[in-house]
């Protein structure tokens, strides 16, 4: 079994619903998970003109391979009804593979960890609920000082996933 990080992501329809059926769909489909963070509501990052987002992050434990996961996280965005729009748009979820166990890894489709992950505290303040010691598997920098270095404006921390 193999630790890994997911994010997800909704601002269209009913997000919180969204996310924790998204987070359900991932466990019975792809693994067992063993944490949740809590859900944050945040800006919109990309395109401003949207409607705020809800953010969550989870620990699932996978035999699936990078590949497979990938595979079963799709799944689960298409299970929930996700349309494709404008990059970084609404969106009813989203599903995003931040961290396979320790690797890295880059291909065309799945680069791991996440490359945009340290620039976003959307993601980084859901997973300091989850993982508060990680440290980023190629830079080693300590999860602490990756949240000092992004803005944390607007997000507010609205329930439990």
Partial sequence: MTECMI??????GNR???????AD???????????????YE?????????????????IIETDESPRGLLM??????QALGRKIRERWGPREIDVDILTYGEISSEDDDLVI????????????????DIAPGW?????GEP???????????????????
């Fill in 7 to 12: 994010a997800f992501g909704s601002n269209v």
């Fill in 16 to 22: 919180l619903g969204n996310l924790r059926r998204a």
């Fill in 135 to 139: 440290k980023h598997p190629v830079t």
């Fill in 25 to 39: 769909e991932l466990g019975e489909r792809a693994g067992r998970i063993t944490a949740r963070s809590g859900v």
């Fill in 72 to 77: 079963r996280a799709k799944d689960t965005e």
């Fill in 113 to 128: 960890p996440h490359p945009l992950m340290t620039e976003r505290a959307f993601v980084l303040v859901p997973v300091f």
């Fill in 143 to 161: 999860l602490r000082e990756l949240l000092e270095k992004t803005d944390k404006t607007g997000i507010i921390r609205i329930t439990s996933l």
């Fill in 42 to 58: 945040t800006p919109p990052w990309g395109v401003a003109s949207q409607r705020r987002f809800l953010n969550a992050c989870v």
